[in-house]
């Protein structure tokens, strides 16, 4: 039956067709038109603190850029008794600003308060790391609704867990281009067992890559990854295609080899995430393990609203045409080549 002759038996359901165009329009020029920097995180400054010598810390800022010549309004107020020792020397980097002083703090910075004002103003969240002579380092988020952090005598285990348990969490659901991956991977695969060894494949192939590279076993340039991540999302939403135009579908035949090889490349990308973080001395394997369990645990929660989406939509009484179902792999294709170009040229 030609698809473009199908009828629709009311005319509320044929109203559905522009207002689903609309979205899908919609969908896609959002993220055609985010940075290429938005598809691994949202806005976010980074603030570590490096103890020296006893009560003596290093201090490294960094903000995103805002526009070509302005930089964020958000600013750190330290811990009170914290005195500067030389004034900030600052820098453009790249992709953001670059401040560097010492200060020093009598007693040490345990107990005390490190504030970021600013945050809901500027729509960004703060990463902080302090690291001690020890080895041992303190990892966590600030964000609006909470822009403070008591820095820690001793961080612990317990809190080094939930700090890269929230780190993963947060990178793989704010990780745009690795969610589209694995819709478009949610768009052919059918059936429990099936999805199940799809997921298992991601997983265990990105582990691999994640692990390797944040011990530095493995090192390889982080843009070209980048844009192979982007093609990978492209080649999944291009076989989805195929699979509803009737053809055959490496992905639809053994979609974990092929979760399996671009997890390996998907790895590489949450590492590079990891890598600006850095992991503590004293915890390296035990930030490492919540980490990548964060991400997995943020992975499961994106599949199972997708799937309770997917479910809704399919139990609907009123039918789609046919060729509405090749909407949701073009828009994902559409934006990941425009990745793919946008990516190759900031090479």
């Not at 200060?103 to 690291?131: E, N, Q, S």
Request: hydrophobic share 55%; charged share 10%.
């Amino acid at each position: 039956m030609n698809p473009g002759a199908m009828k629709w038996p009311n005319p509320a359901a044929q109203s559905l067709i522009p207002m689903l165009c609309k979205v899908m329009v919609s969908i896609l020029l959002l993220f055609a038109l985010l940075p290429s920097s938005y598809a691994h995180q949202l806005r976010l400054a980074y603030l570590q603190l490096d103890e020296l010598e006893a009560d003596t810390y290093s201090v490294l800022w960094k903000l995103p850029a805002q526009g070509d010549t302005a930089r964020l309004a958000v600013s750190v107020q330290l811990p009170q008794g914290c005195e500067t020792l030389a004034q900030p020397r600052a820098e453009l980097a790249a992709d953001g600003y670059l401040e560097r002083w010492q200060i020093r703090c009598a007693g040490g910075l345990a107990g005390g308060v490190i504030r970021v004002d600013g945050l809901a103003a500027a729509a960004a969240d703060v990463l902080v790391r302090l690291a001690y002579l020890d080895g041992s380092s303190q990892v966590e988020r600030l964000t609006s609704a909470g822009p403070a952090l008591v820095a820690l005598a001793a961080p612990g285990a317990l809190q080094v867990a939930i700090s890269y348990l929230t780190l993963g969490v947060e990178h793989i659901l704010l990780g745009v281009d690795h969610l589209l991956f694995v819709l478009a991977l949610l768009l052919i695969v059918r059936g429990g067992r099936r999805l199940v060894a799809t997921v298992t494949a991601f997983t265990v192939a990105h582990s691999i890559t994640l692990a390797m590279a944040s011990l530095g076993l493995v090192q390889v340039p982080i843009a070209p990854v980048e844009a192979v991540i982007a093609l990978s999302i492209a080649f999944v939403a291009s076989e989805s295609v195929r699979l509803r135009d009737g053809k055959t579908s490496l992905t639809a035949q053994s979609p974990w080899v092929v979760a399996f090889v671009f997890g390996l490349l998907h790895g590489f990308g949450f590492a590079s995430a990891l890598s600006e973080v850095g992991l503590p001395p004293l915890h390296i394997p035990l930030a490492l393990l919540f980490f990548n369990l964060g991400v997995e645990l943020g992975q499961l929660l994106f599949i199972a609203a997708a799937l309770v989406f997917i479910g809704a939509v399919r139990r609907r009484p009123v039918p789609f045409p046919a060729w509405l179902a090749l909407g949701p792999p073009y828009a994902i294709g559409g934006v990941a080549m425009f990745w793919v170009i946008q990516r190759i040229a900031a090479f």
